[in-house]
């Protein structure tokens, strides 16, 4: 009896000596990955969003304790980002040379006519977190939290695929007149279509594991609701519909894609 009173001792005190290494750190960092799901809210009528895009990321996280139970939540995050989305009820055309895709007015330097019909966009960006971090004292080897505050985004590259029709033609400006080959155009670029900052604003919330020593493991999900806009709005426009002016002539009016977006994370992180 001595012997099990002996061990119910000592592993309670274990217990609670690890918990304790955890709870007394004013810093904690480690690695951090993740899922996620994008969803886009169009601005625009001429095109519309395409199902739910993807996102993966990477990197490390940092929690800077102002006491045990509220802190801040820091980090580097790669983030590689899908968008989808699909032409609305106006065919939608570009123009391209190679995979560059070129504004309405470098015309001339297109070799090529493109009809859109759908995208899949991809982007990279560098994200720094700032995070409220609120959480409660450790029950056992587990603690709660939760977290308030912006996911600041910079844009490192972007391409897309592009699914649609192309053209061959001989008069840049004219309306084609007959539909090309159903085809796909990957890797495709458009300099500076991309907003080059990207901001949202979110809460999550999660569990700590106190595994080992002061090491702790993270699980959380959360929601950031996109506050700046994906796209530029360029005078010099990627993309183009035809429209009848006053004297009932075709001409090209520019469209530029207009669009916010949401996402919902789901994220692992380790913790020293």
């Known amino acids: 009896m001595k012997k099990v009173l002996l061990s119910v001792i000592v592993l309670a005190f274990s217990q609670l000596s690890m918990g304790q290494d955890a709870a007394d750190k004013k810093f904690q960092g480690g690695l951090v990955a993740g899922f996620g799901l994008n969803f886009q809210n169009m601005g625009t009528k001429n095109l519309e969003k395409n199902g739910v895009g993807n ?12 006491n045990e139970t509220i802190g801040l939540t820091t980090g580097i995050e790669f983030e590689f980002s899908t968008t989808k989305f699909k032409t609305g009820p106006s065919p939608l055309f570009y123009y391209f040379n190679d995979t560059k895709i070129v504004g309405i007015e470098d015309a001339a330097e297109a070799n090529g006519l493109f009809l859109l019909q759908e995208r899949n966009q991809k982007s990279t ?7 409220l971090l609120f959480r409660t004292k450790f029950i056992g080897y587990v603690r709660y ?12 590259g972007q391409k897309s695929n592009d699914t649609g029709n192309s053209f061959a033609f001989t008069e840049l400006g004219s309306l084609p007149a007959n539909f090309g080959a159903t085809v796909e155009q990957k890797n495709m670029k458009a300099s500076n279509e991309v907003f080059f900052y990207k901001g949202s604003v979110g809460v999550a919330g999660g569990a700590e594991w106190n595994f080992t020593g002061s090491t702790c493991l993270m699980a959380e999900i959360g929601y950031y609701y996109g506050i700046t806009p994906l796209y530029y709005n360029r005078d010099n426009a990627y993309m183009f519909t035809y429209e009848a002016d006053q004297n009932g002539t075709m001409v090209q009016r520019p469209v530029s894609n207009k669009a916010t977006q949401g996402q919902l994370q789901l994220k692992i992180s380790i913790l020293f």
Request: proline share 3%; charged share 10%; aromatic share 16%.
């Open 55 to 66: 996102d993966l990321l990477i990197g490390g996280n940092m929690n800077i304790m102002f």
């Open 125 to 131: 960006y560098l994200t720094v977190p700032t995070m």
């Open 145 to 156: 939290f939760g977290k308030f505050g912006m996911r600041h985004s910079f844009l490192l």
